[in-house]
């Protein structure tokens, strides 16, 4: 798996959080994946794309873009 667990833990750790209490945000599903498998949460920037990989752990949502993932966000406060 990559990257380890141990990458996001420290992240976390350094600002002072849990991994609950994070979502990492990314174009590329393996960053997700390895994010969500660490306790964090995840958001997937489409960027064009359509399909999330089936062998990864789907993302907690998706945007095509950071503008649109802010808005949804937003709506969720």
């Given amino acids: 798996m ?3 667990p141990a990458a996001y833990h420290y992240a ?3 600002v002072g959080a849990r991994p ?3 979502l990492m945000v990314a174009v590329h599903p393996w960053d997700i ?3 969500q ?3 964090l949460d995840g958001a997937w920037l489409r ?3 359509s399909v999330y990989p089936r062998a990864m752990t789907s993302p907690g949502c998706s945007a095509q873009d ?3 993932l802010a808005n ?3 709506a969720e406060q």
Avoid: I, T
């Fill in 66 to 68: 950071l503008k649109e």
């Fill in 2 to 4: 990559q990257p380890a």
């Fill in 33 to 35: 994946d390895g994010a």
């Fill in 47 to 49: 960027r064009g794309a």
């Fill in 12 to 14: 976390v750790e350094e």
């Fill in 20 to 22: 609950d209490q994070a």
């Fill in 72 to 74: 949804m966000l937003a």
């Fill in 37 to 39: 498998r660490a306790g």
